[in-house]
Structures are given as C-alpha cells and as structure tokens.
Nanobody
Framework: QVQLVETGGGLVQAGGSLRLSCAASIRTFSYYDMGWFRQAPGKEREFVAAITWSGGTSYYADSVKGRFTISRDNAKNTVYLQMNSLKPDDTAAYYC?????????????????WGQGTQVTVSS
C-alpha cells in the first residue's frame, strides 16, 4: 500500500523560509513523478511544483517560480519543497502526490496517490 507523509509545515513570517518533506512508502519510488499541490480554505487545490522520476526536470506554477524549489532523493524515497520568500498568499495546506501517468504535470487528476497534507501559514 502506498503511503505519502508530509512534514515540515508551520507558521512563518512573510519573507521567511520553510522546507517541506514527503516520505513515500513506494517500493519503486524512482519510477514515479512527484508533485506538490496546495489548497487554501474555500479554494480549489492548485498545482505548485512537480519533478520527473529521474529528478531531471521540474515544473513550477508561475506564482512560486523563483521562490520555491522541488527536489528528490530516490535513495531516501523522499521529495522536498524548499520555500523561500514566503508570502501570506502562500498560506495553504500543502499536499504531495505521486503519479505514473504521462498526462499533464499540472493536472491534479493525473496523480495516483496523495498525502494527508501539512499546513503552512505565513503571517504578514
């Protein structure tokens, strides 16, 4: 059974940084593309970043480009999201997700497995 567990969320002031981690209990983790999404209260879950199975290519939402960095360590079955220059608009629950499909990285419906989420709150 696949399990994704996010950690690293918390409360931070605007301009600060956080690093999210997602530990995956997937035997073939290196076969999966991984993504981060976020959902603020009353809003749709939206794409944040994704990284290919090899770690060779990453994708970002325009709203986080230049501030967030996604990375992965296939030896540790873990994907990371380094978040710098945080803004109050980044406040949301952050979810990691895994996929084997070949559809759009930006589409949440292309992901097969999801974690429970970790809350990030950025104060002004």
């Amino acid at each position: 059974q696949v399990q994704l567990v996010e950690t690293g969320g918390g409360l931070v002031q605007a301009g600060g940084s956080l690093r999210l981690s997602c530990a995956a209990s997937i035997r073939t983790f290196s076969y999966y593309d991984m993504g981060w999404f976020r959902q603020a209260p009353g809003k749709e879950r939206e794409f944040v970043a994704a990284i290919t199975w090899s770690g060779g290519t990453s994708y970002y939402a325009d709203s986080v480009k230049g501030r967030f960095t996604i990375s992965r360590d296939n030896a540790k079955n873990t994907v990371y999201l380094q978040m710098n220059s945080l803004k109050p608009d980044d406040t949301a629950a952050y979810y990691c997700a895994a996929r084997r499909s070949s559809g759009s990285y930006y589409n949440k419906n292309e992901y097969d497995y999801w974690g429970q989420g970790t809350q990030v709150t950025v104060s002004s």
